[in-house]
């Protein structure tokens, strides 16, 4: 069934658990997520980022509405990522149940700007905000983030920022990565979340951590007990579909449905780890 991501998120606050969002790119993909999702009994978010909505267009998103409506457990659709205002004023038409307003490559006042503006226009269709400050490393979909252009999020910036912006959930810059993490591991800040949860509880602010492909279990476990609400997951999922697109033999349809399995294999161990399994 679809409800509101504002809903979803509420529900993990109360429950002391985190929702999955799941970057999907195709059919196999939407299917994966949904498919998992109703197996564990659980919650979940699909999400589109505009590289993979430029690829798969309006028929990608009436995808994710249709499995959305039709699945058995809460799914919500989310537009990742917006660091276009063009894109995200397109997107705004499109039938998504929230927005990540990103201005994270701006300054600190260009960002405050630009997620006002977007923000106000979105909560005018009801759509909830998620937005970014700081800048995370790594790279995503032919963007990539250098080390050095990395910001952690800055607390009584952040405090600010909300204000300003009335955004509902605040993605946090802690030393998480889009993709990979370096060989010795993540070296997440958890001094710097627990200062971040303090100000976004007493906001009514969700947070939301992006970059949580390669994050350990016992470090997942930390960040849910730190108030994190939302986990993006890319990069796990998408390597374990074109892994089984490696070992496939020619037969289409097998082609598709062992990725589809590879997928929701690896949704569903992050359901768990999220704490969303049996939520629904
Ligand atoms: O990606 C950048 C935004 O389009 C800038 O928006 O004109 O509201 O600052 P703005
Ligand atoms: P990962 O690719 O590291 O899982 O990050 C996903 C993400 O943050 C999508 O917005
Ligand atoms: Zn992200
Ligand atoms: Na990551």
Known sequence: SRISTKQLLLNAEKGGYAIGAFNVYNLEGVEAVVAAAEAENSPAILQIHP?????????LVVSCIAAA???SVPITVHYDHGTSKSDLLQALEMGFDSVMVDGSHLTLGENILYTKIVSSLAHAKGLLVEAELGRLSGSE??????EYEARFTDVAQAE???DETSIDAL??????????YP??????????????????????VSLVLHGAS??????????????????????????????????SGKDLIQVMSSAKEAMKAVVAEKLHLFGSAGKA
């Open 51 to 59: 590289s993979a909505l430029k690829q798969g267009g309006v028929p």
């Open 69 to 71: 409506e039709q699945s």
């Open 183 to 204: 060989p010795s591991g993540p070296n997440l800040k958890l001094d710097l979340l627990k200062d971040l949860r303090a100000l976004t509880l007493k906001k009514g």
């Open 141 to 146: 979909d032919g963007l990539t983030v250098e």
């Open 214 to 247: 390669g994050l350990p279990h016992e470090l997942v476990q930390e960040c849910i007990d730190l108030g994190v609400r939302k986990f993006n997951v890319n990069t796990e999922v998408r390597n374990s579909y074109l892994e089984s697109l490696k070992k």
């Open 171 to 180: 993605a946090v810059c802690i030393g998480n990565v889009h993709g990979k």
């Open 160 to 162: 600010g920022f909300i």
